[in-house]
């Protein structure tokens, strides 16, 4: 897994479609107890929601990544409104005390709906692509720690314009990315591979393999050597459904488990080395407030559970960072 986690944290979003009515609220979700309703059945868990504070500005879908010391989380980019995109970023400080600052370094490219890990070992943090205002992008944005945040956007190599992807971080400088909106012209099924150089000023792009069914707007989560990538939007309609990666064999295989909502644009995390939790989203008619809940068996395999409790608010591509 990533890591260990209690709380999800829910930022921003929209509450209707096309980007409208979006979101500065953020709230963060945890498991508060889990018991058997019933002998044999499956567990009961009880999801605890509460307001933790607002963004600078409201974003729906920013890039987020969770910096070392676990208290803090760099928040750029979004759309703040129809085809209106932001370059501003933001740090979050969730303990002590929760406060937001908007520093003053900005992205190159203001831009939503980017591929990244939340997850990423820095000083550096890649963008991936994404969507700005009129057209989605084929560019690699890097954010510099240790450079108090400087962003410079890198020569383009061979990656596609690309929006709606998800992006896992592995070792020795190299990300896969999942599926996407791909030249504005399909919904893919491929998966590539970025290899950075030393200091990230150059990257190499790879075909790494194909997933059983295109895919955008999907989710994602890494468990041990399995990445499972949920839900989503295959060009045609809102999936149910959840696609095993197997990164040792590079082998994948849909789940016969299915979530109960049809949703993309949702959030998904690992919370008490236990739960796969899936909140929020869209089933291609409302904004979702619901929490899906599967209790992690070996291999990776699912059981659902009952659920008691939802999100404070229906929101459509927000952000989810597990700590």
Not at 181 to 188: N, V
Request: proline share 4%; with cysteine; hydrophobic share 35%.
């Amino acid at each position: 897994m990533h890591r260990t986690a209690k709380y999800l944290y829910i930022i921003g979003g929209c509450a209707l479609a096309a980007e409208r009515e979006p979101i500065k609220n953020i709230e963060r979700i945890c498991i508060e107890n889990v018991e058997k309703s019933r002998e044999n059945s499956s567990p009961l868990v009880k999801i605890h929601a509460e307001h933790v504070g607002n963004l600078s500005i409201p974003r729906r879908s920013p890039a987020c990544f969770l910096l070392k010391n676990q208290q803090e989380i760099l928040i750029s980019g979004g759309c703040t409104g129809p085809n209106n995109h932001t370059n501003t970023m933001e740090l979050l400080r969730i303990s002590p005390e929760f406060s937001s600052k908007i520093l003053e370094e900005t992205l190159e490219i203001g831009a939503s709906c980017s591929g990244f890990d939340w997850a990423s070992k820095g000083p550096f943090y890649p963008i991936f692509g994404g969507f700005e205002a009129h057209s989605c992008l084929d560019d690699v944005q890097v954010l510099d720690q240790s450079q108090n945040w400087n962003a410079k956007k890198l020569g383009k190599k061979l990656m596609p314009k690309i929006k709606n992807s998800t992006v896992l971080a592995l070792e020795n400088r190299e990300f896969l990315m999942f599926g996407g909106w791909e030249d504005e012209q399909k919904t893919t099924k491929a998966i590539r591979k970025i290899k950075f150089n030393e200091d990230y000023t150059d990257y190499e792009v790879e075909f790494a393999g194909f997933l059983p069914y295109p895919v955008e707007g999907h989710s994602m989560v890494r468990i041990g050597s399995n990445v499972l990538l949920i839900g989503g939007f295959d060009g045609c309609f809102v999936l149910d459904s959840i696609i095993k990666y197997d990164l040792d064999t590079k082998k994948s295989e849909i789940l016969p488990e299915k979530l109960s909502e049809k949703r993309e644009n949702h959030v998904s995390a690992v919370l008490s080395d236990r739960f796969l939790v899936i909140a929020g989203g869209w089933n291609s008619r409302s904004s979702l407030d619901d929490v899906e809940v599967f209790e992690i068996q070996k291999d990776s395999e699912l059981a659902r559970c009952q659920v008691n409790g939802k999100l404070l608010m229906a929101r459509n591509r927000p952000a989810g960072v597990p700590i």
